[in-house]
């Protein structure tokens, strides 16, 4: 058949291959490239001579011929790959495959395939151009070094378990596997350690839970357990040698006929269904842990797993390990933090007969931990009631710690029944012989906070109020409208820079006053989201959906900083009962959020 219109063989290559032919030396040696032409039917147009010494397919057994007999057998999925990059113009790099001995000649070493769609100057499409090339153990060790890298910089974007399991999963299908699944201790998620449960035989059978699960064939067919599934490992099975040795597996030709698989015929099905042929199982460690295993297997690669895959595969799972652990004590510490921050804080508010009070309280989603915040409502003598919202600096166990102090030294002190701003001074001392008593290690310059104390009082209908380097409260007026009082503004507690100044405001029958944390409020700009806050405030209803509206102006579900928001509305003593009780907290409902 004759050759068509001259080739621009090097721009061919540029956009193939990504490189230049003075950057190859010789772009049609032997040892380097083969090129071959199809037109839209996928007939060979054009050969090269150096095509044969690839796969040993001869020229004349090529031009001429369709896919199906002009390629390999064992590269019967290039014909797929050139009919998609026909119907998408998208080009295909990088598939690699072996070739069987052709005529009792056998070739070593695998080779990968590029693959673009070639388009007349109307665009409309002509052909493919499929560029085959050798890959030597020296280009694909540095091929895996560069992925090495790439997988540093993909896997462990964040400190969450399942995000982390499910990124290395989806790495290594791009460039290892055809199914992968990332199995983790069940209680890892939560940031304890590893598990086990005893089986019916009397065994210790590992409790995992399906952290990561990827597959080449869309929607992952093959799994048997989806994400997030419990995954037990009983005794007969590969995964649980793996856990006992802490050694990878490496089964090159994957036994269909194991006791293992007889005892699990969901799993038998799914190998036989999508030809699973070669397995790896490698064990995820870190510090000296067995955090979970990872499992990867072959079904439209015709290649067995060798031993160059499973060192790779086990560098990939020691860097993601480090990430899963990372997450795995980032989550301890976060529920330890929020548990002891939770647990500081008031079941319930009440403000007594004269005051409707409720509080809601979101704790941060930052990589961080939770935050310092706290609020409380403290009765005083003649049914005067103290209202307080506080944000220590810092996040995590110690900042929560120091809340539950500082809310301690606030009662204290209110039972003194000391001025606002008066208590705000005492407690700025208590910050400092805490920061004190820390000594001289990194936490010593940390202990620091905010705090807006006020006190309400029926008798006047006033209230009186200090802020310690804290946001202005809001009032909403009986007739409407709702302004952000402008208060004196002092130092945060600390930093031993008193006095503090306190300013007084009448609060009618009917005035409603919101004290919150600068997590209602964070945007690039504090005056928008004041503003919000301003408009949700600002209309009649019950405290709870006023509360509801305000926290829903949130720009996210996940605030950025923990959200306290504590809202009370003034109502005369006569209206009230002569004793009012605050009610007791509802059973498992600590936080209405």
């Known amino acids: 058949m004759a050759s068509p219109a001259p080739i621009d063989l090097a721009g061919l290559l540029q956009r193939a291959v990504g490189v230049t032919g003075a950057a190859l030396g010789s772009p049609l040696a032997p040892s380097a490239i ?60 990088g598939r690699e495959y072996l070739v069987p001995a052709v005529d009792g000649v056998r070739r070593d070493g695998a080779l990968s395939a590029c693959c673009i769609r ?55 299908i791009s460039c290892l596997a055809d199914y992968v699944t990332v199995d983790l201790a069940d209680t890892l998620r939560l940031g304890e350690e590893p598990l086990s449960r005893l089986g019916p035989d009397g065994d210790y059978v590992a409790v995992f839970r399906r952290a990561g699960l990827s597959s080449v064939h869309e929607g992952a067919p093959e799994a048997v357990s989806r994400v997030g ?18 050694r990878s597996l490496l089964e090159p030709v994957l036994d269909t006929a194991s006791p293992w698989l007889t005892r699990d015929p969901a799993r038998a099905g799914k190998i036989e269904e999508f ?113 307080v919202v506080g944000d220590v600096v810092g996040h995590g166990i110690d900042a929560a710690a120091t809340m539950g102090r500082l809310r301690t030294a606030v009662r204290t002190l209110a039972d003194l029944d000391l001025a606002p701003e008066q208590l705000l001074a005492h407690l700025d001392q208590t910050i400092i012989r805490l920061a004190e008593e820390e000594g001289e290690g990194p936490h010593a310059s940390s202990v620091s906070a905010s705090c807006l104390y006020a006190v309400y009082d029926p008798a006047s209908r006033r209230c009186t109020m200090a802020r310690a380097g804290h946001l202005p409260p809001a009032v909403r007026h009986p007739e409407g409208g709702v302004t952000f009082l402008d208060l004196p503004n002092g130092t945060p507690l600390g930093l031993g820079m008193p006095p503090y100044q306190a300013a007084e405001v009448e609060l009618p029958e009917g005035s409603l006053i919101a004290l919150y944390t600068d997590g209602l409020i964070e945007d690039r700009r504090h005056d928008v989201g004041m503003e919000r806050v301003r408009r949700a405030l600002d209309r009649p209803g019950r405290l709870d959906d006023l509360c509801a509206a305000v926290l829903g102006t949130l720009p996210s579900a996940t605030p950025p900083d923990d959200v306290t928001l504590l809202i009370a509305r003034t109502r005369a003593a006569s209206s009230a009962p002569s004793r009012t009780r605050c009610p007791a907290p509802r059973p498992g409902n600590r936080f209405p959020r």
């Open 118 to 172: 070639l388009d007349d100057a109307e665009g409309r499409p002509t052909g493919v151009c499929l560029v085959v090339l050798r890959i030597t153990g020296e280009h694909r060790a540095g091929d895996r070094l560069a992925l090495l890298g790439e997988a540093g910089a993909r896997n462990g974007t964040t400190l969450d378990v399942m995000r982390t399991a499910q990124e290395l999963a989806a790495f290594t």
């Open 275 to 387: 030809g699973m042929h070669s397995l790896m199982i490698v064990p995820i460690r870190a510090r000296g842990v067995v955090l979970g295993v990872v499992l990867l297997l072959r079904t439209d690669d015709p290649r067995p797993f060798d031993e160059d895959d499973l060192r790779f595969a086990e560098e990939l799972v020691a860097r993601a390990a480090l990430s899963l652990d990372n997450a795995r004590r980032y989550t301890h510490e976060r529920a330890t933090a929020l548990a002891l921050q939770r647990g500081l804080l008031p079941r319930r508010v009440c403000g007594g007969p004269c005051l409707d009070v409720v509080s809601r309280f979101l704790p941060a989603d930052l990589e961080d931990g939770v935050g310092g915040d706290w609020y409380d409502v403290i009765p005083l003598p003649r049914e005067r009631v103290a209202l």
């Open 34 to 93: 083969g090129i071959a032409l199809w037109d839209t039917d996928l007939r060979c147009t054009w050969v090269s001579d150096s095509l044969e010494d690839h796969d040993g397919i001869p020229r004349e057994r090529r031009l001429g011929h369709r896919a199906d007999t002009a390629l390999p057998a064992a590269s019967w999925e290039l014909e797929a790959v050139m009919r998609q990059v026909l119907a998408t113009r998208t080009p295909v790099s």
């Open 229 to 246: 599934d419990v995954v037990y490992v009983p005794s007969s099975s590969p995964l649980k040698r793996v856990l006992t040795t802490g």
